[in-house]
Every structure is written in C-alpha cells, then in structure tokens.
C-alpha cells in the first residue's frame, strides 16, 4: 500500500443546474403542473388566482403530414375511419381507391394490424391488385405509427421508419428475434449474432419503448388538444418569424411578501431555517423559469429566420442540425436538445413538433451529406428508369437507394417524391 498526491481536473454539474435541466426540458403543460404541486407544498411561492385558458387558436387539433396526430371529438364517439381518412389528401384518389381505403380500414383488428389479403381486398372491391398493394403502403405510414401492418415485426419496423432509425442490429433482432427477445435469451442471440449482451440489451430497451399496438386504447371520450409552447409571428420587414412563449401564467407566481417578512422576525431557529430552505427553493424557481424562456426564445428566434422561407411555404426546409443551433448561441448541444424536447411551435401554417424544424443529414455507410438533394436526384433517377407497369413503391426506393450507399426511410422517400410533385405508384402504373 502507497499514498501519493495527484493534480486533476473534474466537471461536475451541481444540483442546481441539474434542477435547471428538468426545468428546461419541460413543456409549457409540465412546467404548469409541477408549479401548481409546489405551490401547495411552498408557503413562499404565491400564486395569484387566475384561470388559465388557452385561446382556441393556441389549441391546435392537428392531422396534416408532418405534424402530431390527434383524435378529433364527436358526441357519439371517435371514429376510426375519419381519424385515419383526415390524414389523406381528399383529391389525391378516385371513387375506387376510396372504396378500397375504407375496405381496408374495416378489415383493421383491434390492436390495428390489417391481417386480411391484398387478393381477397382486389377481389372484394373489383379492382387490380397492384391498386390495394399501392394504397395499403401509403396507409402504413400513416399515424398512429405501425396501423395496416401484417405482423408485430412489420409494425415495429414501421415505427423505427417514423424515426428514422436505420440501425442493422435492431432491425435484426425484430425480424428474427423478437421471440427469443421476449424469453430473455440474450446470451443466445449474443452469440449467434456476434454482438455484445450489452449492445442487444441496449437495443432492446429502445425497442421496448415502441407500441406493439398502436389502436390500443384508441377510442376514449376525452377531446385532446395540443397546446403549443413556442407562437411565432412573421416580421415581413426583417424577413424572419420571432417566437413568443404561450407561458403568460407564469407571471402568477412570485414570492410572498408576508412570508418573507416573517422569515426576518422569527426567533425560533428550526422555523427560520425551514422558512429560509423554502425561500431559495422559491427563488430558484422564479429565476430558472426565467433562464429557461430566455433559452427556448432564442433557440427559437434563431430557428425562425434560418427556416423562415419554409415557415412560409415557398422553400424546402434548410439543413441545420441542434450542433448548428448551439455553436450559433453559444450553448451546448444539449441544451438546445433539451429546450426543444416534447415541445409545438405554432406558426401561421399549423403547428408542429420543435424539434422537426432541425433538418437531419442524410446516413451514407461511412459518412454523411448536408443536403437532400443527392437523395432527391437519386429518386428522380430510379422513377425515370422504372418499368412504367410496375412502378417502384417508397419501399423499393428505399431499397434501391440503400444500395447506392443512401439510407432513408420509406416515409421520408415518400416525403421527398411529394416534394418534387413525383406521384405514387399507383398514379404513375400504365395500365
């Protein structure tokens, strides 16, 4: 045994700030909750009474591709038929393809799997096979992520497309293995797909996160509402939208002036120290909310006028990544990942997820490219070269991409051939 002395260097996040980075990672509903359970519990934090209503153009019922789905409330009931129909452009099909998508849509089981056959649906509705191949895989991506599938491994993998996760090895351990994964033969997979327990156990944790059943609970008799956390308005002159927080209720909450005041007279040591544990608990609050607006505003602000032409519908939106966004503020990456976490950002267009303002780049097999437009040729190529009777679907050019080094998802192929005013295949089939 030996003692010696050693100089190093450490960084460690103190308890503040890792309180600071929950706050942040907060939506507007979270942040609303979690005040109203501390005022009950903090006599120092006062709460002025007034009844925070979200106006109806802030609650945002949305169902466009690109933006979260919602049920819409009826007084019968929610019907599944119109939920999944209002996500499709109404002119894009004809008489028949309608027919065949509401065939398709009663022929859903439960948990929301379509367990029937592409033969028996042409057959019942009259029309070619090709036409209910086409139009069963655009309904699969639809939201919620996984309906239309086949089979559970069919809807995972459906769900990893939503999120662009192309990693070999879980889509292995779905297709493959997902009974030996559910008897918790992890050794066994281990080795026969030469990868560590520790990787197929990671994985498994994500994959575990996915629904296996993606109608589970669908019906229900409460109307949901998105109430977006960040309101942009356009400033024409600047060429640039600048955001606002939809937060006003906070201004409720400050620090009682009779508390403090009986926080200085007390006598009694054990009260004054609970009084004082309170205060700053109080004060931090009121000063991490702050911080927290003025993180999110200027994440915001920024991501306004990089994406300002896209906000207003005239450009495709701009390759920046949450690394752009932090070097440009001075902030670390995970801060900008924690401020734009499970928040909306309303703009005159609709609403969407924040963090679907951050263009990803697109994964080759050993590096990366900043812009779709290599992708977006590509796909102009293979539907120019294709057999006109039988067009590629978003799955073959997924395919056929992937062997050009180019990894995207069905979902975002079918989103760049929308771009580029490309038809599906169906509408392109010479027949």
């Not at 051939?417 to 010479?430: A, L, P, T, V």
Request: contains cysteine.
């Amino acid at each position: 045994m030996e003692m010696f002395l050693s100089a190093e260097q450490r960084q460690k996040i103190s308890q503040s700030q890792i309180q600071w980075l929950k706050l942040l990672a907060m939506d507007n509903m979270e942040l609303k909750q979690m005040l109203e359970t501390e005022y009950l519990e903090n006599p120092l934090l006062e709460h002025k009474e007034t009844e925070y209503e979200p106006s109806r153009e802030c609650m945002q019922q949305l169902n466009r591709e690109g933006m979260k789905f919602e049920l819409t409330a009826r007084d019968n009931g929610y019907f599944l038929e119109e939920a999944i129909t209002s996500q499709l452009p109404m002119d894009k099909y004809d008489d028949r393809q309608w027919n065949v998508i509401r065939y398709l849509i009663g022929n859903l089981e439960e948990n929301g799997f379509f367990m029937g056959s592409v033969t028996d649906a042409a057959k019942a509705n009259g029309v070619p096979e090709d036409m209910v191949a086409c139009i069963l895989e655009e309904l699969k991506g639809l939201e919620p992520y996984g309906i239309f599938a086949a089979n559970l491994e069919e809807c995972l993998l459906i769900q990893l497309d939503a999120q662009s996760d192309n990693d070999p090895l879980k889509r292995k351990l779905i297709s493959q293995y997902l009974n030996e994964l559910a008897q918790g033969k992890i050794n066994v997979i281990s080795r026969e797909l030469h990868a560590s327990t520790a990787q197929i156990r990671k994985c498994l944790k994500e994959i575990s996160r996915l629904n296996p059943r993606p109608l589970n609970g669908f019906y229900t008799a409460e109307t949901s509402y998105i109430v977006p956390d960040i309101i942009l308005t356009e400033d024409v002159e600047n060429k640039c939208f600048q955001a606002r927080l939809n937060d006003d209720w906070t201004a409720d909450y400050h620090i009682s002036d009779y508390y403090r005041s009986m926080m200085t007279k007390t006598s009694d040591a054990q009260l004054a120290a609970y009084f004082d544990k309170k205060y700053r608990r109080a004060k931090f609050l009121i000063a991490g909310i702050e911080q927290r607006r003025e993180t999110i505003l200027s994440i915001a602000d920024y991501i306004g006028r990089i994406q300002y032409p896209y906000l207003r519908g005239t450009e495709h939106k701009k390759p920046v990544t949450m690394t752009d966004a932090a070097k440009a503020l001075g902030v670390a990456v995970s801060t900008v990942s924690r401020a734009v976490k499970g928040k909306y950002i309303q703009y005159p267009a609709g609403s969407v997820f924040f963090k679907e303002l951050f263009e990803t780049a697109i994964t080759l097999q050993e590096n990366t490219v900043s812009t779709r437009g290599d992708a977006k040729e590509q796909i102009k190529i293979l539907i120019n070269n294709e057999n006109k009777e039988k067009p590629l679907s978003d799955i073959e050019l997924a395919r056929e991409l992937e062997k050009r080094q180019i990894i995207i998802s069905r979902r975002t192929v079918a989103k760049y051939r929308d771009s580029m005013g490309i038809k599906g295949c169906f509408d392109r089939k010479c027949f």
